[in-house]
């Protein structure tokens, strides 16, 4: 087992596990009603975790993700009496959160609200996404007409998702698990475009996930939530300007940024190179603007780079 940074222990808790930008842990007593979920600094693309990390990026996603689990008519997995459970270490108060443990559901819940990315790939092969068929003649980027839900196998570690039709989803968990993973998504990611349109962003896509109360069987929205991380977002007001190239248009507001560098100074082969000085900031300043778009207020900030 490869040894953890000591950055990665914490006092009352246990780590379980690292991905590529979070780290799990359980309280060291060994009871299992509860969760840590520590979102690092840490970003990755193209499946390698890079240097440096992004200094602020854990304690604004996990601001965001809190933002919208209060504006979300939803059971949410965040902890609202955390008396029973080890108190969060101040170390990394600012980008954990306190959450129930949940019985996951294996199904990425997808939705579209526009064709792009993997989608817009399948679709030119296809003609459809996940077994939905569109219409003909659609571009890259463009609005689709009411929200598609997509589903995904989450792939054992190590693995990448698989895209699944929804019958294939109900294979997985059931028609009324799957059901109700569908109309949950659909209805957050309804509900979302609307208010994110409002403030002059458009919520292009999004992923969601979800899991079971053990105790309850109540569907409960867990992880992130509508995230730069689990998302995708443009500046409504460059997407309706049909004057600019569409990669222009097409402009996210999340790693984008560290994902153009990387094509133009990697070819792939052995470690990647360290990210400019430059590329960090313009990366935290995108990440940014969107916070402040969505909530009107400044994220917080913590300089300590996990």
């Not at 060291?28 to 009603?33: P, T, V």
């Not at 990394?92 to 199904?107: S, Y």
């Not at 939530?225 to 507001?253: G, I, M, Q």
């Not at 990697?266 to 990210?275: F, H, Q, S």
Request: proline content about 7%; some cysteine.
């Amino acid at each position: 087992m490869t040894t953890l940074p000591a950055s990665t222990q914490l006092a009352g808790w246990r780590h379980i596990y690292s991905g590529k930008v979070r780290d799990l842990y359980t309280p060291a007593d060994g009871s299992a009603a509860h969760l840590l979920v520590v979102a690092s600094n840490r970003v990755s693309a193209f499946d390698h975790v890079l240097e440096p990390p992004i200094p602020g990026k854990g304690a604004l996603l996990t601001a965001l993700s809190n933002w919208w689990f209060s504006r979300i008519d939803l059971a949410n997995h965040l902890v609202a009496d955390a008396a029973e459970a080890p108190a969060v270490p101040d170390e990394v108060a600012d980008r954990a959160m306190l959450t129930r443990k949940l019985e996951m559901h294996p199904i990425e819940c997808v939705v579209r609200g526009a064709l792009t990315g993997s989608g817009f790939a399948e679709y030119q092969r296809t003609g459809a996404v996940c077994g939905i068929e569109l219409p003909e003649g659609l571009s890259d980027g463009d609005l689709l007409d009411e929200p598609i839900y997509t589903p995904a196998y989450k792939a054992p570690l190590g693995e990448h998702d698989e895209n699944i039709t929804f019958e294939r989803s109900v294979e997985l968990v059931g028609a009324e698990v799957a059901s109700a993973l569908r109309d949950a998504s659909l209805q957050i990611f309804t509900a979302a475009r609307e208010l994110a349109a409002a403030r002059g962003v458009v919520l292009a896509d999004t992923k969601f996930e979800f899991g079971r109360d053990p105790g309850t069987g109540e569907l409960v929205l867990a992880d992130e939530v509508l995230t730069s991380d689990s998302s995708r977002y443009w500046d409504a007001s460059v997407y309706h300007d049909t004057t600019l190239p569409r990669k222009d248009r097409l402009a996210s507001f999340d790693k984008q940024i560290v994902r153009n560098w990387l094509s133009e100074h990697w070819d792939g082969a052995g470690e990647p190179p360290v990210l400019p000085e430059a590329i960090v900031a313009q990366t935290y300043e995108r990440y940014r603007e969107l916070y402040v778009r969505l909530t009107g207020g400044e994220p917080p900030y913590s300089p300590v780079a996990v």
